[in-house]
T-cell receptor
Framework: IAGITQAPTSQILAAGRRMTLRCTQD?????MYWYRQDLGLGLRLIHY???????GKGEVPDGYSVSRANTDDFPLTLASAVPSQTSVYFC?????????????FGPGTRLTVL | GQNIDQPTEMTATEGAIVQINCTYQ??????LFWYQQHAGEAPTFLSY??LDGLEEKGRFSSFLSRSKGYSYLLLKELQMKDSASYLC??????????WGAGTKLIIKP
């Protein structure tokens, strides 16, 4: 593994189903983030975690939950999917060190909820 | 509210220079980032500005004026592979990134 991986690459899901999007990083970064990207809108932060064991809510957290049991993994769960959650989901990480604190992104998961 | 404005789309010619503008209104300012995103791919980091002035990185430069809430990304000697979306993002007072919707840059031969 090099960088950040996400799984699955894409998924079609029936409304009402539960779904977990996986994210793993091997850079030992402290912070991890989940964004959604919709056409015509900027990336919107769903949840974040500044360190293992802690999580926080972003701009659009409703309908999503996260956990951060260890440094490397940051899964995003949709408890009961709805069509408005159709989007491309990106996981990102940063080391929270230094002024820039640049975020690095995984390849994304394209989710369609029918 | 917080707002990042960028043009939706721009067209330029291979070999030319293009400037992509970004204006922002955010609660606090802790740096401005530019990312490049090719269609169907993840955003990748291009540049970071926290002080006023110009930062140059090869063919790409980024400028910041904090007093005007303004930045631009300058791309020189355009190549076909520069066709992508360019995302402007500002780190606010909570150290969260606020993202613009992106500027789709089309390069014509």
């Amino acid at each position: 593994i090099a960088g950040i991986t996400q799984a699955p690459t894409s998924q079609i899901l029936a409304a009402g189903r539960r779904m977990t999007l996986r994210c793993t990083q091997d850079m030992r970064h402290n912070a991890m983030y989940w964004y959604r990207q919709d056409l015509g809108l900027g990336l919107r932060l769903i949840h974040y975690s500044n360190t293992a064991g802690t999580t926080g809510k972003g701009e659009v957290p409703d309908g999503y939950s996260v956990s951060r049991a260890n440094t490397d993994d940051f899964p995003l769960t949709l408890a009961s999917a709805v069509p408005s959650q159709t989007s491309v989901y990106f996981c990102a990480s940063s080391d929270l060190a230094g002024e820039a604190d640049t975020q690095y992104f995984g390849p994304g998961t394209r989710l369609t909820v029918l | 509210g917080q707002n990042i404005d960028q043009p939706t789309e721009m067209t330029a010619t291979e070999g030319a220079i293009v400037q992509i503008n970004c204006t922002y209104q955010t609660s606090g300012f802790n740096g401005l980032f530019w990312y490049q995103q090719h269609a169907g791919e993840a955003p990748t980091f291009l540049s970071y500005n926290v002080l006023d002035g110009l930062e140059e990185k090869g063919r790409f430069s980024s400028f910041l004026s904090r007093s005007k809430g303004y930045s631009y990304l300058l791309l020189k000697e355009l190549q076909m592979k520069d066709s992508a979306s360019y995302l402007c993002a500002v780190k606010d007072s909570n150290y969260q990134l606020i993202w613009g919707a992106g500027t789709k840059l089309i390069i014509k031969p």
